[in-house]
Each structure stands twice: as structure tokens, then as C-alpha cells.
């Protein structure tokens, strides 16, 4: 991405040639899943997919991981779904963990925020860790999983979408071969080149506004938060956000004019004098300089026949709220289970719809969100930049306009308004509602909700409050029983609180751990119906 | 709750009077900082997304029609 860069690959990668290449091309090997691109999404569902008992083949066209830092924040929802992939404790270990940030103004603070103000929870709001770290970790992890063929520069350069299989065509460094996939997932990136084979649109805004991102190696005794300013004293009119990554390298945002030549400002000598203005001093040596403009944009359908995009493929975002690699990797947590079951043909295809209809509604909030946090950092007329200038002003002085300053704001998991949701027929005053992801919560020390979830197995699960008797449950649900005997302590009672629990109240969890349903008296019949529904069978 | 349009203050030409004071004195520039404060301060205290809109679509309205009367009068 970034030329002027010391930072050379962390990991390089041997190409191997596979049996597969062998067979002639109308004899092609066939296989059930084809991931095409090996970064986070990729190797996430990857590993998601294959430990739910599927054949995996992943194809790269690169060797290697390590190119700059690239996506930094992950988020809570992305660890805890790691967690069930067995890698978040190295991510975690490695990563600067953190929650506070703060917004400048001038020199001025504005406000500060926590994005997790409250105990209780296995993982924390935000860990910083570069990206090639993460997906180091991902090989690592996919290597112990024998389902998982991975090959490295095998570059696919044809598509061809058939009735029940997609058909594709790969070049190695040994020349070409093809297989074919019953299902074929793109996480193959912003470029994407499988999006180009289907002939799809990637429509959306393209901002002007350019950004300059140095990565920078220092010892520093700034805190472990975000920080943003809007007008800086050393980046006058502009913004800047700072941030701490592992091995005492930070990450330095820079917004700059739209007429700045990237050419020009990407020199390392030209970048030096603009850090050393805004750290005070000049020690630091660079890991990564980039300069970029970004896209808010997305495809119309993320299912194109037997192709099924997933990550940065499919959607594009600014980067100021950590919306890209988090939105890619919920894309994989949301189809993982679902493809899962399409393929053991215990739900029918069409549940691959659900998939486009929630990350559609996902993509679309990431876009709003990022594209009014990329509005407020570059106002694009004189009214909007007085609009902004008076939030900025009142901001210093109440509350609500501390709020709407917009310095990004960071991903949260979204909620589905979905068909494979049962609606609420009882009253709540709390609680995850059906559409929404489950809340962590404690079950004594060092013991937590998501842990009992994931050692479930991560299939459908009934998360239920004892009221001493037993629930009559449908086949094949997996069980979380709270209180009562036999069932998990809640000493806090943090998750009776958390779920608006009384005794007998019940969740049906979803495989990625949404609320399908939730019930203040279960029967065995609406279980089953919940069930049904959340699995596409009506 | 819909907007209210109905006249809501007891001596209306004392609100009038108290905006246009405020703007007394000031450069075209300052009146629009002014008014972009202003705005976002009465929309909070309002304080309900429907009523803005409503109000947000009625003050464009207006902006619509004067145009076409201008058209009208060229």
C-alpha cells in the first residue's frame, strides 16, 4: 500500500503444490467451501466453518502477511467471537486492551467517553493489535485444524457461476488448474477481484478528503486511550487522532488538505516535521506511512449464485469507528453456522438469504455511521463547517454538545431487524431483544456467560432462568441453565439483571450468538416454532 | 407530537423582537454562526427527531416557495 516503508512482511509463506492441480480441468477436484482471501474474515470463517466439522479450501494469492498495520481496533464482539475460535487469548496477550477515549479541541479537552463503563465482562471494549499480528495468529491456529487446506499464491483469475457449483480457475506458480466449489465465499478485500468476475456494482461515495496514517516507533508515556482533536495547535484546522499500538508503535492519523499531492506528503521527510509538531520532539522512527482516501460503499447483494461475498468485498468504510475488520469478521460469525447447515442440508439454501438481509442492514449502518463521522472531521460547505464550529463551541459547555461531536463512533454490534427473529410476545424491561447479540455477563470469578456458550459448542443454545423445574426441550438445542440445581451460580446476579431474568424466563441463542427469541414461560411447541424459524425451515 | 404551529407565545412580537436583537450589530458571517448555535440549541431542547423533521421540512418549504414567487416576479 505504502511505499517509504521499513516495515518489511512479518511472515512469509511457502507455496506448496496440491494434488488438486494434478487433475486435468474437466476432471476438476470439487469441494465443498472455497474461501478466496487470507486475511482476518478469511481465515476467521475459515476456522469457524472447519470447526463445525467443514472442508475448507483457502486460496491466496499472496505469500505472505505483514504489509503495514492497516486495521489496529478490534472490538469486544470481534474477541468474543475469536474467543470461540480459539486464538482471542493471544490476540488479547499481544494487544493493547483499552476504553477511554478523549476529544480535543484546540488544546483543549471536550469530553471523554468509556465504551465500557461496567464490570462483568470476559473481553474488553477495544484491544489495538496490529493486523498482521492477528492474522499471524489465524494461520497459527488454522495450521492445527487439518480441515483447513490452505494455499498460498494460488490467484484465481476465472469465475464461472453454475446451477449448483461455481467453478474456478487458479493460477500458481506451477501454472493453472480449476476446481470446483459448491459454495465459494469472496473475502478477497476492497479490490476485490472475484466482485469484477461477477460483474457487480460497488456503488457509494467517494470522499476527497485525504488522510495520512504514519505508524510510528517511539517509548511514550501518553495513556493507552484514543485520542482526537479537532484544530490541534500543531495541525491547525485539521484533525488528528492518536493511538497506542503493541511493541511501542502508535498510530498517527492525520487529516489533510484535498489538494495535497500524496506523492509529496507521503516523503518521510516531509511526514518527520508534521509528527515531531504534534509529539514535541523528534525520537521516533517510522514502522508504516500511508496516505489514503476512502469509500463508503457496498455491494447491492452480497450473494451473487454459488458466490457469497463477506468482509471488505462486500462493504467498504471510513476508518474512524473501526467499523472495517470488525463489520468483515461479524460477516463471518453470520455465515459461518448458516452455510454450515446448507451444507449438511439441515436448512434449506434460502437461509443463505438471511445472511444478506442482516449484513446489508449491518453494511448500511457502518456506512451511515462512519460517512456522518468523515462528514463532521471535513464539512463539505461553509453552513456545515458554522454547524460544526457551534457544536465544537457548545460542546464546552453542555452536555448535549459533548454528544454530538462526532470523532467516530467505534462498532458496536448491530441489531437485526430480521425474519429469522420471533417476535416478543411477553413484556420486557430489558434485556437483549430478539435480533440482538448476547450480552456477556459473570458466572463467578473468572467465569463468564460467553465461556459457557462457547463451550456449548456455539449451536442453538436455551440460556434459562431455574424456576425449579425442568424445561421440556426441543432435539438438538444445547442448554444453559442459571440457578436451580445443577445449574451455573450467579453470584452477582449480573446475568438475571443483563436478560431481565425471572424464574423461568428463557433465550434461545442463535450459533453466533443472537437472540432468536426469548420466552417468560417456555413451552416445548414454541420453542420449536422459534427454532424452526431462526434456522430458515418456514 | 406533531409540530406546533399554532402560536405559542403570549406577546409574539417580543420573540421576533429578541431574535432579530440578537443579530443586531453583527456581520452577515457572525449572524450565521449565530444561527447554526441557535439552531442546534433549540433542536435539543425540542428534543424529538419527528418534530424537527416536520420543522426542518416546513422552513424548506418556505425556502421553496419564495423561490417560485422570485420566478414568478421575473
Known sequence: ?538 | MPLSTNSNFARPDDAFRAVVEAHRGLTDAQSADFDAALVLILANHIGDIEVLREALLLAKRRMIDGQQQQQQQQ
Request: charged share 25%; proline share 5%; aromatic share 8%.
Open chain 1, 1 to 538: 500500500m505504502a511505499d517509504a516503508n521499513t516495515h518489511q512482511a512479518k511472515t512469509q509463506f511457502g507455496y506448496r503444490r496440491h494434488p488438486d492441480q494434478d487433475r486435468p480441468g474437466k476432471d476438476a477436484a470439487g469441494h465443498p467451501v472455497v474461501i478466496v482471501g487470507a486475511g482476518p474474515v478469511g481465515l476467521s470463517l475459515a476456522i469457524d466453518l472447519a470447526q463445525r466439522g467443514q472442508r475448507v479450501v483457502v486460496l491466496d494469492d499472496a505469500d505472505r502477511i505483514g504489509e503495514g498495520s492497516r486495521a489496529i481496533c478490534f472490538s469486544k464482539r470481534s474477541l468474543e467471537y475469536w474467543d470461540r475460535l480459539g486464538v482471542a487469548d493471544r490476540m488479547v496477550e499481544k494487544g493493547v486492551v483499552w476504553s477511554v477515549g478523549r476529544i480535543f479541541h484546540g488544546e483543549s479537552q471536550l469530553y471523554q467517553f468509556n465504551l465500557l463503563p461496567e464490570d462483568g465482562h470476559k473481553r474488553p471494549a477495544f484491544i489495538n493489535l496490529q493486523q498482521y499480528y492477528a492474522e499471524a495468529y489465524l494461520v497459527d491456529r488454522v495450521v492445527d485444524l487439518p480441515a483447513i487446506d490452505l494455499r498460498w499464491r494460488n490467484k484465481v483469475t476465472a469465475l464461472e457461476n453454475r446451477n449448483d457449483s461455481a467453478v474456478l480457475t487458479i493460477e500458481t506458480p506451477d501454472g493453472s488448474y480449476r476446481l470446483h466449489a459448491q459454495y465459494v465465499v469472496a473475502c478477497d478485500g476492497a479490490r476485490s477481484s472475484l466482485r469484477q468476475m461477477v460483474g457487480a456494482e460497488f456503488g457509494g461515495q467517494v470522499f476527497e478528503d485525504q488522510f495520512l496514517i504514519a505508524d510510528v516507533k517511539m517509548t511514550a508515556e501518553f495513556p493507552t486511550e484514543r485520542w482526537f482533536w479537532f484544530d490541534p495547535p500543531f495541525h491547525a484546522g485539521r484533525s488528528a487522532l492518536l493511538h497506542r499500538q503493541p511493541d511501542d508503535v502508535w498510530r498517527i492519523d492525520l487529516q489533510l488538505s484535498r489538494d495535497a499531492d500524496p506523492a509529496v506528503e507521503k516523503k518521510p521527510e516531509n511526514v518527520r516535521p508534521r509528527i515531531a509538531r504534534m509529539l514535541g520532539h523528534d525520537k521516533f522512527e517510522f514502522e508504516w506511512i500511508s496516505l489514503y482516501k476512502f469509500q463508503c460503499r457496498r455491494m447491492d447483494r452480497f450473494l451473487h449464485g454459488r458466490v457469497i461475498f463477506a468482509g471488505d468485498s462486500a462493504h467498504q468504510v471510513s476508518p474512524f469507528g473501526a467499523r472495517g475488520a470488525n463489520s468483515g469478521l461479524e460477516d463471518a460469525e453470520n455465515l459461518s453456522w448458516k452455510l454450515d447447515r446448507v451444507l449438511r442440508g439441515t436448512s434449506p439454501a434460502s437461509l443463505l438469504e438471511s445472511y444478506h438481509v442482516e449484513r446489508s442492514l449491518a453494511a448500511d449502518e457502518n456506512i451511515r455511521e462512519s460517512t456522518r463521522s468523515t462528514d463532521f472531521m471535513a464539512p463539505h460547505s461553509q453552513q456545515e463547517a458554522r454547524l460544526r464550529k457551534a457544536v465544537l463551541s457548545l460542546a464546552k459547555e453542555t452536555e448535549f454538545g459533548k454528544r454530538m461531536v462526532n470523532g467516530g463512533r467505534l462498532s458496536v454490534p448491530c441489531s437485526y431487524d430480521t425474519p429469522l427473529s420471533s417476535r416478543d410476545a411477553e413484556a420486557w424491561r430489558g434485556g437483549p431483544s430478539p435480533g440482538c447479540s448476547m450480552l456477556d455477563a459473570p458466572l463467578g470469578e473468572q467465569a463468564y456467560l460467553t465461556d459457557a456458550f462457547r463451550k456449548g459448542g456455539t449451536d442453538f443454545t436455551l440460556l434459562s432462568f431455574s424456576n425449579g423445574a425442568a424445561i421440556d426441550m426441543p432435539a438438538g438445542v444445547k442448554d444453559i441453565r442459571i440457578g436451580g440445581e445443577g445449574g451455573l451460580a450467579d453470584p452477582s446476579g449480573l446475568v438475571a439483571t443483563r436478560y431481565d431474568a425471572e424464574p423461568d424466563t428463557a433465550y434461545l441463542l442463535r450459533p453466533d450468538g443472537y437472540v432468536a427469541a426469548r420466552f417468560r414461560h417456555p413451552t416445548r411447541e414454541a420453542i420449536a416454532a422459534a427454532l424452526s424459524r431462526a434456522a430458515g425451515l418456514n
